[in-house]
């Protein structure tokens, strides 16, 4: 089961699998990612949702399956790498192979014949193996039984050091993905101008930790909102209105030491603190808004994150009064920062910039259901068990507000005034210890699968021994482990330095010189 486990055969098997294993993830919603995109699909979908929770699938990678396959190809990568690493350290100290018996077998071959005043068989060799040794060649000499004396060389090696590598950074990719996966957060707070944020666990608005976070690896760090800058096109007929550059101004604080600086964080360039990288991934409008009660006793104030539903900045608006008397508040509409009314009494917004800034709402009265201890969505107010007091299809009408504008609630039940405009951002905060050792030997990975498949490894041999005519002759021959198109160019290129080297006999009179002793030595 071992040697089976960790064979490369299986190793590429748990490789594909694994990649598979990890299409459910793209086809489901994922709780780290969204647990309210998964609550609104199993709501949507209670068979269907129910059954595809038992088999994990809106949790893959931190599945059982998954980690079980993820584990295995760690294993078998392990497993099958080292012993080659070893194996191939001893190769790396081996002298090259035996030189051939005939080197005429060989792919490819080449042979020199050498003039009266060339060198000796034994200086022919040792000169080859300079020769070869500078073209990248390890190189040993050995004498042959007959006298005479030959090389053995090889070069390449650094090609299986690069598949070797290769495999060790497949390894390294994992291990530092699995840190990562363990110690890593990432968390979602908005923040209104003029509001701040310390790193602590209660003041995000969603926190995803790793398997093994502790609160303790918070680094303590703070920052603030100075103030935010959007622009948008106005210069273009066909995209006027168009996005151009979002940017924050932010003044943040390493520990309760540090000294303020101001930073500037735009979308796809974050900023680090602390070791977390803080990253822009959205903005939009806060209204401020003043609800008094009953009573006339300030029940709610402050800006109201809106949720932006459109190019043009519609923006969802939901507020919530629990301490309003004698009965609780809550409103539900829009906010449009550039409104216009049409001819059918409906408003919209007709441009993402605050031209005209307008509030939009409906007012209820009843339990909000805040007081059961039941967590609820901020963005959303459930009217069914409220009674409505303000709907444009009612007598009173909807809220219509601008800036400095308030309103009175029908019976006597409060008023609320629209008070000015403030924007927020979005900021997505995120920490992995393991993604600087992803990104080294996914790097490494590369350049090693480069050198494994564009280096060649090839085997050449030098043979020198005394002619007939006892002129000194050389042949050599070349083969490649693998496949390799580069052979003949490298034979040609070897007999090129020999025959700058040595005073070479000319081809024509190697030929007859050949042909001459064939003659002189074949039996009557």
Known sequence: MWTQLTSMRTALMLLLLLAVAAVPGSLFPQRPAGPEIVNRYLEDNPVQGEWLDRFQMFDVYSSVWFSAIYILLFVSLIGCVFPRAVKHAKDLRAAPPRTPRRLSRLPEYGKVVLEPTGPSPRDAVAEAARILKRRGYRVDVRQEPDGGASVGAERGYIRE???????????GVLAFMAVGSLLSYSG???IVEGEGFANTLVAYDSFTPGSAFSEDRLAPFSMTLDGFEAEFDRESETHYGQPLDFTAHMTVQDGTGGEP???ELKVNHPFDIGGTRVYLVGNGYAPEVTVRDGNGDIAFQGPVVAQVQDQLYTSLMV???PDAQPEQLGFVGFFLPSAYTGEDGVAVSVDPELFNPELNLNSYYGDLGLDDGEPQNVYV???EELTELNNRDLEAGGITLTPGESYDLPEGMGSISFDGVQRYVGLDIHYDPGKWGVGFFSVLALV???VSLFVRRRRAWVRSATGPDGSTMVEYGLLARG????????NVSLRRQFEKTWPVVAPEAEKTSSTASDTQNRPE
């Open 381 to 383: 107010l459930d009217t």
């Open 319 to 321: 507020i919530k009064a």
């Open 161 to 171: 050091v690069g598949n070797i590598l290769f495999h060790l950074s497949l390894i």
């Open 483 to 490: 496949e390799d198109f580069g052979l003949r160019e490298e």
């Open 261 to 263: 600086r101001q930073e």
């Open 448 to 450: 090693s699968l480069v």
């Open 188 to 190: 979602q707070k908005i």
